[in-house]
């Protein structure tokens, strides 16, 4: 299959991206104190803490399993999957932050090798979403970097918002 730069290259600019969240967490939450990583933000609904596991569950349990599905499945069948549940059910709120973003960066970088090493074909290949339309893992990639940029400005701005009191 011949490979297409222009693709290659918007698929770079993502792998970059993928980078930066956990760069981001440890620069600006390693060595909070503990009172802060569960107090509640006023203009969002969820703590720091919920933040940061919420980031690692989503790579072990949604989009880095959607991506190794895809990859070593013939069209897999994506189901929803109801992630609100998850502060209260995974106890949250009794984790502790520094190894959350411990967790999720070793994740992270685990995901990031297997990705650096696909060519387009294996970005090309789908799965089949719950509403029936498919996705690609070049697709699923870009859903799970838009889903870090949420997170990384949510966090900033709760950043922000502590700053000031």
Not at 129 to 156: K, M, P, S, Y
Request: glycine letters at 8%; charged letters at 25%; a negative charge.
């Amino acid at each position: 299959m011949t490979e297409h730069p222009l693709l290659l290259q918007a698929y770079s600019q993502l792998l970059i991206q993928l980078e930066e969240l956990p760069v981001f967490l440890r620069r600006t939450l390693s060595g909070l104190p503990g009172e802060v990583w569960g107090r509640q933000p006023i203009h969002d609904r969820s703590p720091l803490l919920e933040h940061v596991w919420h980031v690692h569950d989503c790579e072990t349990d949604l989009y880095g399993m959607r991506i190794r599905r895809v990859l070593s499945e013939e069209r897999p069948q994506l189901a929803p999957m109801e992630v609100s549940y998850w502060p209260e059910t995974r106890a949250y709120h009794a984790r502790d932050g520094e190894a959350g973003i411990a967790a999720f960066v070793a994740q992270r970088a685990a995901l990031l090798a297997q990705l650096k090493s696909l060519d387009t074909k294996q970005l090309g290949r789908s799965g089949i979403r719950g509403d029936g339309t498919t996705i690609n893992v070049l697709g699923l990639v870009e859903q799970l970097a838009e889903h870090d940029r949420d997170h990384r400005w949510r966090i900033a701005a709760i950043l922000r918002s502590y700053a000031g009191m």
